[in-house]
């Protein structure tokens, strides 16, 4: 059975569709205990198996002694998925240096963090996939979000970085860039705003979390064994 680790703020329909194919899941979640719990029971009632544990992978030493507790208990890591993201929206001539430290400390110092410990067991074992979760304003930028556009930016040229040096040892990393998805934080938006933005989206309507979920699912899939240092973007076309 392989093993998947999820990250600070897992997007849990992804945890779902992966634990449709016979995973061990590690669910690292910041969410209340409630939510942790059943995340975790509707994974196990589609048949797949999920542990949860807690830790900040904004802090390296965390990270570190988190992956080789892992790797001891269960001798393998064979998929990535860094879903670890904030935001501390501002516009740029007002952003605090908190505000842009904390963003880049979880959003792409976390994902360095994970890719760095997570690797090294990878290229022992001669294979894994590693996938992080990028965005179309990585790609495209956007008012208001300089931190948070740097720290996607920054997971973009670290997925392709890594891929060249990671293949040769069977270990592909890819990175997926969401556009508008249907999730609570686009939920509060205002019917107007959604109007507006559905507008800037060629297909017309925001996506659904199971479209990032299936993509996640397929870059971690066999099917995808000769795909690395790419940028999936799921967008509707909205950033071409």
């Excluded at 029971?41 to 507790?69: F, L, M, T």
């Excluded at 979920?213 to 973007?233: E, M, N, P, R, W």
Aim: glycine share 8%; hydrophobic share 45%; net charge neutral.
């Amino acid at each position: 059975m392989s093993r998947i680790r999820y990250n600070l703020a897992v997007n849990k329909t992804t945890a779902y569709t992966r634990s449709a194919v016979s995973l061990r899941i590690d669910l690292l979640l910041r969410a209340e205990v409630n939510f942790q719990k059943e995340v975790q029971k509707e994974i196990e009632e589609k048949g797949g198996e999920a542990e949860i544990r807690q830790w900040n992978v904004a802090d390296y030493k965390a990270c570190e002694s988190a992956v080789k507790d892992i790797v001891k208990t269960h001798g393998s890591i064979d998929i990535l998925v860094n879903n670890a993201g904030i935001t501390k929206d501002g516009l740029l001539m007002g952003m605090s240096e908190a505000d842009f430290d904390s963003v880049i400390d979880v959003n792409l110092k976390g994902t360095f963090n994970m890719m760095r410990f997570v690797s090294r067991q990878m290229l022992r074992q001669r294979c894994g996939r590693i996938i992080s979760m990028a965005s179309v304003v990585g790609i495209a930028g956007n008012a208001g979000q300089a931190n948070y556009a740097a720290s996607k930016a920054g997971i973009i040229g670290m997925t392709k970085s890594a891929a060249r040096e990671l293949a040769s040892r069977g270990v592909t990393v890819n990175a997926v860039a969401p556009g508008f998805i249907e999730t609570e934080m686009t939920a509060v938006l205002s019917e107007e705003v959604k109007k507006a933005s559905a507008a800037q989206i060629p297909l017309g309507h925001f996506g659904k979390p199971e479209d990032i979920a299936k993509t996640v699912a397929f870059l971690a899939s066999d099917d995808a064994a000769y795909i690395t240092g790419q940028v999936i973007q799921v967008d509707g076309g909205m950033v071409i």
